[in-house]
T-cell receptor, first 113, second 111 residues
């Protein structure tokens, strides 16, 4: 099946820093989604991207749908402690049996000690 | 409050003992899914359902069954659990705008 490579796998942030993560795929997706998962909870949608080249912001978050439709990145500006968590990218394909989501392996964001 | 609920939240069981994890949503969504989450692998889809009585395999369906007799409920059944099914499981339902709402997760340990 489809595979999404998400990097980095983990990263340490210091309050105020900008952080960036990205996903690449071997195949094309119709939609890219970015989720955040807090400990003990299910993922929550942060940003959805529907068009190649689209750049979308949600507060301090900015995400882009790559021109080739095979990649996406997420930036967090001026990070704060509550940005800690696991971020997942997901690509969505439109299939006859319904839209299918494929998730990346996740980026674990931690606070620098 | 619009939500997806799962029960139980935590379960420790032994190999071969049949179990069911329930999932219910109160948003009248037609599309529901089950995922398992394992470290470094993200979320992988087990089964999904487009509507009542319509289910199909996801990427990792082996060892699992589902049913969709009512729109709001989508239970996940492990007829004979094995240790490699130890994982964190999420149920999700999707709205008309394709936003998926995830349940809180069920952490399953099979000894």
């Amino acid at each position: 099946g489809q595979q999404l490579n998400q990097s980095p796998q983990s990263m340490f942030i210091q309050e105020g820093e900008d952080v960036s993560m990205n996903c690449t795929s071997s195949s094309i997706f119709n939609t890219w989604l970015w989720y955040k998962q807090d400990p003990g909870e299910g993922p929550v949608l942060l940003i959805a991207l529907y068009k190649a080249g689209e750049l979308t912001s949600n507060g301090r978050l900015t995400a882009q749908f790559g021109i080739t439709r095979k990649d996406s990145f997420l930036n967090i500006s001026a990070s704060i402690p509550s940005d800690v968590g696991i971020y997942f990218c997901a690509g969505q394909e439109i299939k006859a049996a319904g839209n299918k989501l494929t998730f990346g392996g996740g980026t674990r964001v931690l606070v620098k000690p | 409050e619009a939500q997806v609920t799962q029960n139980p939240r935590y379960l420790i069981t032994v190999t071969g003992k049949k179990l069911t994890v329930t999932c219910s949503q109160n948003m009248n969504h037609e599309y529901m899914s089950w995922y398992r989450q394992d470290p470094g692998l993200g979320l992988r889809q087990i089964y999904y359902s487009m509507n009542v009585e319509v289910t199909d395999k996801g990427d990792v369906p082996e060892g699992y069954k589902v049913s969709r007799k009512e729109k709001r409920n989508f239970p996940l059944i492990l007829e004979s659990p094995s240790p490699n099914q130890t994982s964190l499981y999420f149920c999700a339902s999707r709205d008309a705008y394709n936003e998926q709402f995830f349940g809180p997760g069920t952490r399953l340990t099979v000894l």
